[in-house]
């Protein structure tokens, strides 16, 4: 009984074994599933695991696109690192409080921890890597040193994102200067900008005149530089908010979290967006304002902002198209181009330019008497990237060899109208290309939808009648030809209606002449 009792206790001990053994592999099956990211904050946030929202607004807005962290079951794993800025301890949260290092050694220091995460931690589905500003140089530089001492890491990352990066190959900052050598007493070294053959799938994310990320390349274009500035103010650090460093502040430029992502559903390449040649995607999310426009208006008390914004109004059109003189974003965007000190290009298009300026006065009259504009981008611009330093701030046209968005100036009243239809009926040959040269395109700017009204009747539809006042117009050929008959009918009518009338006259004009005969006769 003893012994039975035993292999009764080991038989069930066995059954519970399995089944805890059963359940545990398949926590750890779900856990394996679950994708991992790896977040390199920017300068003055040295821990994103303690800041709310922070990794959260990465993974929503930035990571889902374009990795597999695109849910809630993504693992958000913040890198730790000074993100300090030497000397530039003016700025707050910088530096902590009795050190800060210099950027060479807070980027050295977040290239060791990425490294080492990389190397030890594991995951089936590959790590999605992120990197925000100069978190962007350390996942440059880790890329960097894998190629060169273990490329077999790669094969341990499934994706990279980066926004504001300051390594971008053509707009970041650091390789915008990348000519200059290391300053030591900074200990700053600008450049080599971010690997782009490293066989891993990267996506690049910047707002529009960011100057870490898109800094002018013509130096020489004072309020290009200013606007810069500014940007760097209201811009560069507003990817990731609200978060908890900044609970009311706005995203970029304004933008919601679905318009980001509109944006960036547009596909590359794209009207917001350019591939280099190893795939590697580039975005710019359009300005709204101009930068430096919004720093302006900050600065001015609120009882004068009222008599400042016309004057904003009037001059940001004429402004933006000398801003983009200083810009050019045509070419390889995987190639790096330092500043240059012109002010504009060499081949800029001054007969271009002149327009361009001329639509803009116009524009900015326009604005300062009905309130003011914001700057958008038409939703139905699909063609490859394309704008040149010379575009014009109203067209709405994509070509081919451009590689950033035209903007158009719109009212804000325009932007929240619907589209109107178009009174009447049209007269058209009965044929379907002519009812599409006919028909008008109503955009609805800031949306993805456009609505095309078809006006004009189909063979196989009855002709439609459009009655106004006492006219009628017809629609198709056989309502033309009816119409046609019966203005027939009526001159007939009134032929003979004449030709009656003649008739009478003439009878009474024989009647006349007889009794007169008749008179001479008696006499």
């Known amino acids: 009984m003893r012994k039975a009792g035993r292999l009764i206790v080991l038989f069930f001990v066995s059954l519970l074994s399995t089944a805890l053994l059963g359940v545990v592999t398949a926590l750890m099956s779900a856990v394996s599933l679950a994708a991992t990211a790896l977040i390199v904050p920017g300068t003055g946030t040295p821990d994103a695991n303690v800041v709310k929202d922070f ?10 696109p374009f990795s597999n962290c695109d849910d809630a079951t993504c693992t958000l794993d913040g890198i730790d690192y000074p993100a300090s800025f030497f000397p530039l301890v003016i700025f707050p949260g910088w530096c902590d409080p009795g050190r800060c290092e210099t950027w060479n050694t807070s980027v050295g ?8 995460a990389l190397d030890t931690m594991e ?3 590959g790590f999605t890597v992120f990197g925000y500003s100069q978190g962007g140089a350390v996942v440059s530089n880790t890329l960097r040193r894998i190629a060169k001492e273990d490329p077999s890491l790669f094969d341990k990352i499934s994706s990279v994102v980066m926004i504001g990066n300051a390594y971008n190959p053509d707009g970041g900052l650091f390789t915008r200067l990348g000519f200059l050598p290391t ?6 070294t600008f450049g080599p900008a971010t690997p782009t053959n490293t066989g891993v799938e990267m996506t690049t994310i910047g707002f529009e005149y960011d100057p870490v990320m898109y800094a002018p390349l013509y130096w020489g274009n004072p309020l290009a530089l200013f606007n810069a500035f500014a940007a760097f103010d209201n811009v560069h650090g507003y990817y990731l908010t609200p978060n908890g460093k900044g609970p009311d502040d706005p995203m970029a430029y304004g933008y919601t979290n679905q318009e980001l992502a509109d944006i960036l559903a547009t596909g590359c390449p794209g009207a917001y967006c350019r591939v280099d040649e190893f795939d590697n995607k580039y975005y710019m999310i359009p300005a ?15 009882p004068l902002r009222p008599f400042v914004k016309p004057i904003v109004d009037l001059t940001s059109p004429v402004a933006k198209v000398l801003i983009d003189l200083a810009y050019d974003w045509s070419g390889d965007p995987g190639k790096t181009r330092w500043l240059s000190i012109l002010p504009f290009s060499p081949t800029t298009n001054w007969l271009k330019v002149s327009v361009d300026l001329a639509v803009a006065v116009v524009q900015g009259i326009s604005d300062a008497i009905n309130g003011g504009a914001t700057i958008t981008v038409p939703a139905d611009e699909v063609e490859t990237l394309a704008a040149t330093s010379q575009r014009s701030a109203r067209s709405t046209e994509i070509t081919g060899s451009d590689p950033k968005p035209n903007l158009t100036l719109v009212d804000n009243e325009t932007q929240r109208d619907e589209p109107e239809e178009t009174d009447g009926a049209k007269e058209t040959d009965g044929t379907e290309d002519d009812a599409d040269e ?15 009204e078809e006006e004009g009747v189909k063979d196989d539809e009855q002709p439609t009648d459009a009655v106004e006042g006492d006219d009628e117009t017809v629609t198709t050929d056989d309502g033309q030809d009816a119409g046609d008959t019966n203005d027939a009918g009526e001159d007939a009518d009134k032929d003979a209606d004449k030709d009656a009338d003649k008739g009478a006259d003439n009878t009474a004009a024989k009647a006349d002449k007889n009794d007169k005969d008749a008179d001479k006769a008696a006499a």
């Open 438 to 452: 006919n028909e008008g395109t109503d955009e609805e700017i800031g949306t993805d939808d456009v609505v095309n």
């Open 288 to 302: 709204k304002s101009l930068p430096m426009m919004n720093l302006i208006m900050g600065a001015v008390p609120e």
């Open 55 to 64: 990794k959260e607004n990465a993974q929503t807005r930035y990571l889902a």
């Open 183 to 188: 300053i030591p007493f900074l200990d700053i």
């Open 109 to 116: 220091t977040g290239v060791e921890n990425l490294y080492t």
């Open 123 to 125: 995951d089936p589905d």
